[in-house]
């Protein structure tokens, strides 16, 4: 949710050009208390910045004249867009034709919290925002006020909302004092002034907003700038020598082996090296002579017709040369995304793919191979820094760093990047694998050749992988998890032509046939990341990527990493014992890349914990839209259902990374997230036997997603009375115009649930609950004799409960298809309006066999598209009342 916010921060910048922060996830220390900061920013004209945080990112004013703790001062606070909370570090220089280009000084910050009953939203939306500061400069009570005028007095004229910040009269207030304030000025962060900032002296600022691991320079191109500023006069010098050096012109090959790089665990260390970044994409070859270029693949294949626009802005603009480098898709922070680079290539739109180039082996006529390393690197800048207009946007020059590569391998690892690549700064070009070049992944990737899928005709619930070795498929593990829709759309049609009768891994390790599996012959190649080896050699926690069509399954060996002075690469050798395909690994079973800990502890009798995560294996693609970016606790039983259970709502510490956390506004800790398929075996893992997800549309917690009517009986009521009153609640929604779906509840009763949408006219949760009781009041006083509305249980003796009181912001209801602690190990199970009738029996529909029902059924196959706003429904409800 956060990132969403900062789409209109990103686009108003280039974070190749500025070292502000980009947003990136996971670098901000959590707090216990909401932060605030303020920067005083000399851009075109001087004012400071007042930024509070609130949902995971800074809400943000631009206070012209700076605050005041005067009350008779009303300080117009023009409101800005939502800054990333790594913003509240930042201290420094923002370039000039840049977006809010000058300098920047933090110049007070500390802690704030919202006064009066509402939360900030509320108060934000109604336009009347009171807070309390605890800062080191700002203290006590203050209010921002939505001005409903511009200065002209034209309402709306204005491209911005401004409001007034106003300090309250408390202790802290002082007539007449905002001179003295705002004659404060050293930064609170490093005691810098203006400008000591301007010319980039004094000590860096403390962090505040940050892990205090993490440096201040976060985004990918910022790695590079503190250490590339000291390099680029001696840059220069070498480009200059290398321009004059006399050549003799060279013919150009049309294909040179390419250089490769050897698998080390981290970086060398001294001098004499030179450091890139690790590129997530396919390794080309670029020629351009007479105005044509060719694109090759390390193999020397001819993939020109795969990227078009490389190859027309290469031939138009680039000189007669061989360039090596890497294609690539890149995401909003300017990451490598391979996944994204199969996809563009598999729609055919190419257009944003970008050609990074790294090395020059011929240029102008000149043959570069002997020349060091860095030589040849600035001739391929000084090549590149004139291309303009298209050709500059897709065609880019690699930049390094030099010396030692622990201080920048710590940067990588911290920003979740790729890896490293570090090459011999003297060294000449050399084709094959050498230690000239040396790759240091940070995070943990191979490429592999599928063997084996494990699924139906229209899911892939796994891939069973290995490595050449010796002339033989060597079995390295099953890859879990990865498959989002559009991956198996690909692959798939891929595999199936493939399928063989026998097996075609070796060695100890070689899975056996289990039910679902499909061998495949060994001709595609994977590429994974996974966790590490394991001492049996297999991989851990292994993620599929995408398919690799740039290298031949044959040439797959196993990279097992290797100190930076090593020189034999190889991979563990396994124990001699066999694991089936169930992905075992260390004497632990993996789902989804998932480790199952005491996997045969029963949950149910004769159903195991490893059997509760198959199922939500099997179930999980079904199941996720239903709870995905939605707060839900869990119940869990560790033990097994007849054992102690408990409701778990809040993240806790040390809790798998495959579950995610959000965070709601009135309640300080974030609240459980299941966001992927993984995350359902990580609840399996944890004993969570049942999932009650919130009734919110994903990601908005404040606005209902869906209604739900809990039809609960009476241990004495028939339960074709409850169908009865399903099919009756059924004909009323219909009749509102809303469309109802029905599910058993894994228990005695039924639940009536209606999927809804936004709408123009926002609906909250208070009308959603008072729509829901006035429907269940009217049956009920149609029927008094069967229904009962109170939910006292005296007055339920005989009756059914009509319960409307999941319909409200905090309320849960249990997921379709999530199991229960119950007697039977019995499912909430979704049906079709025609299963609701008699000799329906909530108690078969099981872990064992509701998987195979829903196929047959595809019961709420329309739920999605059937979502209607509410409010069509309450002006019915309306019209309808005194008829």
């Given at each position: 949710?956060?990132?969403?916010?900062?789409?209109?921060?990103?686009?108003?910048?280039?974070?190749?050009?500025?070292?502000?922060?980009?947003?990136?996830?996971?670098?901000?220390?959590?707090?216990?208390?909401?932060?605030?900061?303020?920067?005083?920013?000399?851009?075109?004209?001087?004012?400071?910045?007042?930024?509070?945080?609130?949902?995971?990112?800074?809400?943000?004013?631009?206070?012209?004249?700076?605050?005041?703790?005067?009350?008779?001062?009303?300080?117009?606070?023009?409101?800005?867009?939502?800054?990333?909370?790594?913003?509240?570090?930042?201290?420094?220089?923002?370039?000039?034709?840049?977006?809010?280009?000058?300098?920047?000084?933090?110049?007070?910050?500390?802690?704030?919290?919202?006064?009066?009953?509402?939360?900030?939203?509320?108060?934000?939306?109604?336009?009347?925002?009171?807070?309390?500061?605890?800062?080191?400069?700002?203290?006590?009570?203050?209010?921002?006020?939505?001005?409903?005028?511009?200065?002209?007095?034209?309402?709306?004229?204005?491209?911005?909302?401004?409001?007034?910040?106003i300090k309250h009269r408390d202790q802290y207030a002082q007539e007449g004092g905002a001179g003295k304030l705002l004659a404060q000025e050293t930064s609170v962060a490093s005691g810098r002034k203006m400008e000591q900032i301007a010319a980039g002296k004094g000590k860096a600022p403390q962090p505040f907003m940050l892990k205090k691991t993490q440096a201040l320079k976060i985004t990918a191109a910022a790695v590079w700038d503190s250490a590339h500023r000291e390099e680029e006069k001696a840059l220069r010098q070498k480009i200059a020598k290398a321009a004059q050096k006399p050549r003799k012109p060279s013919a150009m090959p049309d294909f040179v082996e390419p250089q490769l790089a050897t698998v080390i665990d981290h970086p060398p260390g001294g001098e004499g090296w030179i450091h890139e970044l690790k590129f997530d994409g396919y390794r080309m070859q670029l020629r351009v002579e007479d105005g044509e270029a060719r694109l090759r693949t390390r193999k020397g294949l001819d993939w020109t017709e795969k990227f078009p626009e490389i190859a027309e802005a290469a031939g138009r603009d680039l000189s007669d040369g061989i360039y090596d480098g890497e294609v690539c898709a890149v995401d909003a922070q300017g990451v490598s995304n391979f996944s994204a680079l199969q996809a563009a290539l598999s729609d055919g739109k190419t257009e944003r793919l970008i050609f990074f180039a790294f090395d020059a082996l011929f240029l102008a006529g000149d043959d570069l191979r002997q020349d060091g390393q860095v030589a040849r690197k600035a001739r391929l800048k000084q090549e590149l820094t004139g291309l303009k207009g298209n050709a500059a946007d897709i065609i880019r020059y690699v930049d390094h760093v030099e010396g030692s590569g622990k201080a920048v391998w710590a940067q990588v690892q911290k920003l979740g990047l790729e890896g490293l690549i570090s090459k011999r700064a003297e060294a000449p070009y050399r084709g094959g694998r050498g230690h000239g070049w040396e790759k240091s992944k940070a995070r943990p990737g191979h490429e592999v050749v599928i063997g084996a899928w494990w699924g139906d005709g229209t899911h892939l619930r796994s891939l069973l992988v290995g490595v050449r070795k010796g002339g033989k498929l060597v079995y390295v593990g099953k890859v879990g998890t990865g498959y989002s829709a559009a991956k198996v759309k690909r692959v798939l049609p891929k595999l199936k032509p493939l399928k063989v009768d026998k097996s075609p891994f070796t060695g100890p390790n070689a899975p056996r046939y289990a039910s679902g599996i499909n061998w495949v012959k060994p001709e595609l190649v994977a590429e994974v990341e996974f966790a590490n080896w394991t001492t049996d050699g297999l991989m851990r926690q292994a993620a599929f990527k995408d398919l690799r069509a740039d290298k031949p399954a044959a040439e797959v060996q196993a990279e097992k990493p290797a100190a930076p002075e090593e020189v034999d690469v190889e991979m563990p050798k396994p124990r001699s014992t066999s694991k089936k395909a169930t992905g075992e690994s260390g004497g632990k079973p993996e789902v989804m890349g998932v480790l199952i800990s005491h996997p045969e502890k029963e949950l149910w009798p004769g159903i195991s914990k490893l059997d509760l995560a198959h199922y939500y294996e099997e179930v999980g693609d079904w199941l996720l839209p239903h709870i995905k970016g939605i707060p839900c606790s869990i119940v869990r039983a560790p033990d097994g259902f007849k054992k102690e259970t408990f409701f778990q709502r809040h993240s806790m510490p040390g809790q798998s990374k495959m579950l995610d956390e959000i965070k709601v506004s009135g309640d300080r800790k974030p609240y459980v997230v299941i966001n992927r398929v993984e995350g359902l075996a990580a609840v399996a893992q944890l004993g969570g036997l049942e999932l009650h997800?919130?009734?919110?549309?994903?990601?908005?917690?404040?606005?209902?997603?869906?209604?739900?009517?809990?039809?609960?009986?009476?241990?004495?009521?028939?339960?074709?009375?409850?169908?009865?009153?399903?099919?009756?609640?059924?004909?009323?929604?219909?009749?509102?115009?809303?469309?109802?779906?029905?599910?058993?509840?894994?228990?005695?009763?039924?639940?009536?649930?209606?999927?809804?949408?936004?709408?123009?006219?926002?609906?909250?949760?208070?009308?959603?609950?008072?729509?829901?009781?006035?429907?269940?009041?009217?049956?009920?006083?149609?029927?008094?004799?069967?229904?009962?509305?109170?939910?006292?249980?005296?007055?339920?003796?005989?009756?059914?409960?009509?319960?409307?009181?999941?319909?409200?912001?905090?309320?849960?209801?249990?997921?379709?298809?999530?199991?229960?602690?119950?007697?039977?190990?019995?499912?909430?199970?979704?049906?079709?309006?025609?299963?609701?009738?008699?000799?329906?029996?909530?108690?078969?529909?099981?872990?064992?066999?509701?998987?195979?029902?829903?196929?047959k059924s595809k019961a709420w196959s329309d739920y999605a598209k059937s979502a209607k706003p509410l409010q069509t429904a309450l002006e019915r409800m309306k019209k309808s009342r005194g008829r």
């Open positions: 949710m956060a990132q969403k916010k900062l789409t209109k921060y990103r686009q108003m910048r280039d974070f190749e050009q500025t070292a502000e922060p980009s947003g990136s996830e996971g670098l901000v220390a959590k707090s216990n208390r909401r932060r605030y900061v303020i920067q005083k920013h000399a851009a075109t004209r001087l004012h400071f910045d007042f930024r509070l945080e609130l949902d995971g990112v800074f809400k943000s004013w631009a206070v012209t004249k700076g605050p005041s703790n005067d009350p008779a001062d009303k300080r117009l606070a023009v409101e800005v867009e939502d800054h990333p909370l790594e913003y509240g570090d930042f201290e420094g220089i923002i370039p000039k034709g840049q977006y809010g280009g000058g300098t920047v000084q933090l110049w007070d910050r500390g802690y704030w919290e919202p006064e009066g009953d509402k939360s900030p939203e509320e108060m934000i939306k109604k336009g009347d925002f009171k807070f309390t500061l605890d800062g080191e400069r700002l203290k006590g009570s203050w209010v921002l006020v939505r001005m409903k005028f511009d200065r002209s007095g034209n309402r709306g004229a204005s491209k911005r909302t401004n409001w007034l910040l997800p919130w009734n919110c549309l994903p990601d908005q917690p404040d606005v209902p997603g869906r209604l739900v009517f809990d039809l609960d009986p009476d241990p004495g009521v028939d339960f074709s009375e409850v169908i009865a009153t399903a099919k009756l609640f059924k004909d009323w929604l219909e009749a509102l115009g809303l469309v109802p779906f029905c599910k058993t509840t894994g228990g005695k009763g039924l639940h009536v649930v209606v999927p809804l949408a936004p709408g123009k006219s926002k609906v909250g949760w208070p009308e959603t609950k008072d729509f829901c009781r006035e429907l269940c009041d009217r049956i009920a006083a149609d029927a008094p004799e069967k229904y009962v509305v109170n939910m006292a249980k005296a007055k339920r003796k005989g009756r059914i409960f009509l319960d409307y009181l999941r319909n409200d912001r905090m309320s849960t209801a249990v997921a379709p298809l999530s199991t229960r602690a119950r007697e039977g190990a019995t499912v909430a199970m979704p049906l079709n309006w025609p299963q609701v009738k008699a000799g329906l029996d909530p108690k078969k529909y099981t872990i064992e066999t509701a998987w195979a029902a829903l196929k």
